[in-house]
């Protein structure tokens, strides 16, 4: 590894195991190091108070407030720090509210330490890993609404036909590679056009993703 | 609603008492006010003439032979070989001739009269010649112009002619002052023209509404029958008043009494529908009977017809006028209806003018009284029209409620299928609850619950190696995380259900270094792919890889999707996982494994497959698209 940069990585866990479990994990990376591990929203906004992280990772449901609140507030801070949010099953509900938040993706709890690197380190490489569940997701959103309150939302989301091709792929199951193999793009291509795809979510969610998700449902 | 209209019933009856009853008075006070009231004493009632039977057409000059004295009002009835005329003649001596108008007054006659006087004609009742001119109800008056009365003896002669042979009559002679006899003539002209006037245009009207309602309302035939009633009768009573005829008597006498006999059918006809009975039989014999009737009226010869004909004519209506009458009669006592009651009344008063006036006609009672039955048509018209139109109006008034009454129904009918439609939404809601609550509870004992179990009974031995208890743990996890990926909607695509699992899997296959092949092709809806089949899906996948992980040692796995056919002919999906590994018997040796497999491909009515691959082994799902 000859990398020298350092990314700073700030843990929003509230159960001590997990986190410990995690923050181990995270600073046994070389390039990743662990700016702070806390248990609870308020502790977050202090440390983001006084320092820029360069990931985020937290737990959804915490003692005193949402892991989203923190997304949120990287937002209003004008932070380009990436999100990720750690959840025990991985169930749609969940991480679609936190992409929906601007989170770029979710871990799970038990994932082991190298799978949760990895995906750091992706996400940190301009990778925006993107799960079945989440494409299926946003394949429904795109779907011709059934209800007002979904027209409101897809009226706002409008993604190419590329972009929609490839959110089939996914939700079927096929990783990125694959699907540039399928559409005859490079894997690049393939990223750059989930990258689009989150940030069409994100511009259209950070504020109002927890209302729209309400009227949705899914919370 | 049937209550409400119950009570309206009765009132409709009432109002067409009250309007017969008024008829009735308005009736008679008009006889009283029209009948013959007591003359002025000035004026002179001629009792009695000599009468000479005779073609003669200038008055008598002093007393021709065959001549007798007869008391007025008087009518020769005596065979059919005499003369159609004859003179009625008398003197008066007056002291001193009047110095005002004077008139001279003839209430009935028949048909027709002339009016001389000191050999001067005063005036006639139109032509002598065939077609003679009719007065069957018009008075005549004539005034005398002054100086003609002279003092002395003055000669008066009448010239009465008839339209058939052998019969006429002249009634009553009055001679007096103008302003006394001009009034009372007036008064007779109103009652026995002008009020028959009034009468035909009346009937007319009347015929023409219910002919239009009639054809209006096809279902309802009496309304026409009841039409021409009511132009029958018209037509008679018109023929009453008409002076001049256009057509020969014989011609005109034969359609007056056909206005009378046919009435009688139209009356027969009429109640039989109204009354709403079928009586086919009886209805074509009426009519062949009238029918070959009006023939033979025109067949005969003049003489037979006047002698025979009409008189039998008549008489056959007036006894055939008695059939619906007591038909009508009948059904009241069964029905005791009131609107059959009105009729009744109706039809007696109907049939008792006619009566007398048959007894008119063959010559058994006193002409001078005319003929009566015109007089009540507007009170029967009014009261029969009174009756039509309420039926209608209260049919109308039924169609209205009848719908009032549909609307609630159906109202009350939405209401109730609405009511039934919510408990069985709810009871469906319960039972879908109550059927996941019981998948959930059934899959909660076999996966996570049999997990923990397991991993108490290998804690509590300190023994257990580590890894064995890790490894449990990842097994309930990745069971708990099947289980709520089955709560995903999955659309009822197949490819969305292998999608998840994929995100589950390729994990674990990175890690153990084996290579994944997604050959997951697009295939049609599965239909009503709900959670219990998500999972029965995923847990046949859970334990195909796991089985392959375990005891395969393979180095590449295979996951595929397609549409295949069916053994019996229907499509169907299928999905298979391949690996290259040792074969059938890794499956096989897993124990429980593939027991359980084909116990949720059974229960998703899925067939579940396994083939060697050489090397390795193909599973197979083939889930039918019904």
Known sequence: ????????????????????????????????????????????????????????????????????????????????????????????????????????????????????????????????????????????????????????????????????????????????????????????????????????????????AVFEATQLGLI | MTQQLAPRKPRYHRRITLATAVTALLLSLLSVAFSNGEMNQDSLLISRMHFNQTDATLPPVGLEEGTAEYSLPHEWRNGYRKSYAGWYSTTLTLEVPPNRLWGIFLPNVRMNAAVYLNGELLGHGGRFEEPMARNWTRPLYYTIPNGLLLPGENSIAIRIASTRPGKGMLGEVYLGPDETLNPFYESRFFVRVTLLQIVVASLLVCSLFLAL??????????????????????????????????????????????????????????????????????????????????????????????????????????????????????????????ELLMLLICGGIILLFGLLDLLTILDLRDKSWGYLLPYPAPLLMLIVSAMMTLRFVRAADQAEALNLTLEQ??????????????????????????????????????????????????????????????????????????????FEPSDDDLGSVLGIFRSRLAPILEQQQIELRWQVADVPPIPQLGPQKVLHLLRILQEATTNVLKHAGA????????????????SGVYLQVIDNGRGIASHQGGGHGLKNMRRRAEAIGAELSLEDAEPGTILRLTIPLV
């Open chain 2, 409 to 486: 129904r159906i109202a009350e009918k939405g209401q109730a299928l609405e009511e039934n439609y919510r408990r069985l939404a709810s009871l469906q809601k319960e039972q879908v609850l109550a059927e996941e609550r019981e998948r959930i509870m059934r899959d909660m004992h076999d996966g996570i619950g049999g997990h923990l179990v397991t991993m108490l009974s290998l804690v509590e031995h300190t023994d257990t190696p580590r890894q064995r208890i890790v490894d449990l743990v990842r097994e309930a996890l990745s069971d708990l995380r099947l289980m709520i990926d089955s």
């Open chain 2, 213 to 338: 309602m009639g054809l209006l309302r096809k279902r309802e035939t009496f309304y026409l029958w009841f039409a021409a009633m009511t132009a029958c009768w018209a037509a008679f009573v018109w023929n009453l008043i008409m002076v001049d005829i256009p057509l020969p008597t014989r011609i005109w006498d034969i359609l007056r009494i056909l206005a009378i006999g046919w009435f009688v059918v139209c009356m027969i006809f009429f109640i039989h529908r109204y009354l709403g009975v079928t009586r086919p039989r009886l209805e074509r014999g009426v009519l062949t009977t009238a029918l070959i009737g009006t023939g033979l009226l025109f067949l005969f010869p003049t003489p037979l017809f006047y002698r025979f004909g009409l008189p039998l004519w008549d008489v056959a209506a007036v006894v055939a006028g008695i059939y619906p009458g007591w038909f009508a009669f009948v059904n009241y006592r069964r029905t005791r209806s009131r």
């Open chain 1, 1 to 208: 590894m000859a990398q020298t940069t350092d990314y700073q990585v700030l843990l929003v866990e509230d159960e001590p195991a997990t986190r410990q479990r995690l923050a181990e994990a995270v600073a046994r990376h070389p390039q990743l190091s662990i700016v702070a591990a806390v248990g609870n929203v308020a502790e977050a906004r202090t440390v983001l108070a006084r320092t820029r992280p360069d990931v985020l990772l937290t737990d959804i449901g915490l003692p005193d407030g949402d892991g989203t609140e923190i997304i949120a507030e990287l937002g209003r801070l004008g932070y380009e720090t990436e999100a990720m949010v750690i959840t025990v099953f991985g169930d749609e509900r969940h991480v679609i509210r936190a992409v929906e938040a601007g989170a770029t993706g979710y871990l799970l709890k038990d994932d082991r330490p190298e799978a949760i690197t990895d995906a750091i380190m992706e996400l940190l490489a301009g990778g925006s890993p993107m799960s079945a569940s989440i494409a299926r997701y946003l394949l429904r959103r795109l779907q011709p609404p059934k209800t007002e309150a979904l027209e409101s939302a897809q009226a706002e989301l409008q993604l190419s036909q590329r972009e929609q091709e490839v959110l089939r792929q996914i939700a079927k199951g096929f990783s990125y590679a694959e699907i540039s193999d399928l559409l005859n793009v490079s894997t690049h291509t393939v990223a750059s056009h989930l990258k689009s795809i989150y940030r069409k979510i994100g511009v259209h969610s950070r504020g109002e």
């Open chain 2, 555 to 570: 180095s590449r796995l295979t996951f595929s999707t397609g549409e295949t056919a069916l053994p019996d002919g229907a």
